[in-house]
């Protein structure tokens, strides 16, 4: 067998290109960066988004595509990039992804089953477990410490003193308890907390789905971090967050569509719910006449609670063991399942 060429296709720091080099001698790395968009920040995978080839890089990086058999990342991330490298590379085996809900892009992609079939896609799911789990923590401790009140009396100058809750023995329902889930779980129980997991398949760890409105009862706090798949659109509806306590906070670090928002909207307009951090909504960017943007007991963030200076560090040691896996024949980690588009 001779090398196999491994073409990258997103923007990348130099030193993970070479840590790449050095997984196997039978990886032919290909890395042309004049050919991708430079990046804007570090672990930019879309890069700058003004950047244009000439007819001559974009013929070079066509060909490039063309003659790989491995695959990382895709030009701007989007179904039509997805679609035109699978399609451009008839050789083409195994992608990876750069991002952990792969599954989306790869059913907008509109792939035949004989190219889905062709190759083996891989999301880098798992790999934003930390900073998701840090941000769905910061979440739960800005509005449970009432940090929208401590800015505005900062604003006012204001000097009131007054009590706040704790998180030391309330409730945690994590809806998703794959590896963001967990890590969530673990951060939470190192403040006290009692956590309660719901995933697809039940298991010793995790209640299953047909639970979650009984649990979302007895729950302080909700953390989301489920993909968006036919079977969670719209999980968490008007009756789950009508079910869930007066005061409770519901985080959102999975996707958007998986939350009913005009509900949402409802529950915290009413003061049913204490507040919500969202990292994830049904419409991105979220439009300028979302209410949301205008309740106090909101956090927005633009998603981005996944980005970290680490990432693609992280991204590179995945793909470096999907590598070995490849080469020796065995199962790839974080494979995405073409039934279910996870």
């Known amino acids: 067998m001779g090398p196999v060429p491994v073409v990258i296709a997103t923007p990348l720091e130099p030193e993970l290109v070479e840590r ?15 050919l991708l968009p430079p990046p804007r920040f570090p672990s930019d995978h879309l890069g700058d988004l003004d950047f244009e080839r000439t007819s001559d890089q974009e013929s070079r990086f066509s060909r490039l595509i063309a003659e ?31 991002f952990a809900g792969a599954g989306e892009q790869v ?6 089953a004989r190219e889905l079939e062709r190759v083996t896609i891989a999301s880098s799911s798992g790999v934003h477990a930390v900073p998701l789990a840090e941000w769905s923590l910061l ?11 401590l800015l505005r009396d900062k604003q006012e ?23 963001i889930g967990r890590e969530v779980a673990r951060l939470a129980q190192a403040f006290g907390m009692h956590v309660i997991g ?9 209640f299953g789905a047909d639970r979650l409105d009984d649990l979302a009862g007895g729950a302080d706090a909700i953390v989301v971090t489920l ?41 915290l307009q009413s003061g049913k719910l204490a507040g919500a951090a969202l990292d994830v909504f049904a419409e991105e960017p979220l439009p300028e006449s979302s209410p949301l943007w205008q309740l ?10 996944a980005l970290s200076w680490h990432e693609n560090e992280r991204i590179v040691e995945l793909f470096a063991e999907n590598l070995r896996r490849y080469l020796g024949g065995e199962e790839l980690l974080s494979r995405v399942r073409t039934t279910l588009f996870y």
Not at 77 to 82: D, H, T, V
Not at 107 to 112: F, Q, S, V
Not at 296 to 303: F, G, K, L, W, Y
């Open 227 to 267: 993909p968006l798949t036919d079977e969670t659109r719209g999980l968490i509806g008007r009756e789950t967050i009508e079910r869930m306590r007066e005061g409770a906070i519901l985080v959102n670090v999975g996707r958007g569509a998986v939350v009913d928002e005009e509900a949402l909207v409802d529950a």
């Open 107 to 112: 059913r907008a992609a509109n792939l035949t």
């Open 198 to 206: 719901v995933r697809r398949e039940p298991d010793a760890t995790a």
């Open 20 to 34: 790449l080099r050095k997984v196997d001698d039978r990886l032919d790395i290909r890395f042309e960066a004049d």
């Open 296 to 305: 106090e007991n909101v956090i927005i963030s633009p998603h981005t609670a």
């Open 68 to 98: 790989a058999e491995v695959v990382l990342g895709f030009p701007r991330e989007s179904p039509a990039g997805l679609a035109w490298v699978i399609r451009t590379a008839p050789g083409l085996r195994f992608l990876q992804c750069m």
């Open 157 to 179: 100058r204001r000097w009131d003193r007054y009590p706040v809750d704790e998180l030391r023995g309330k409730t945690l329902l994590v809806v998703g308890f794959g590896e």
């Open 139 to 149: 979440g739960i401790l800005a509005l449970t410490k009432n940090l929208p009140r």
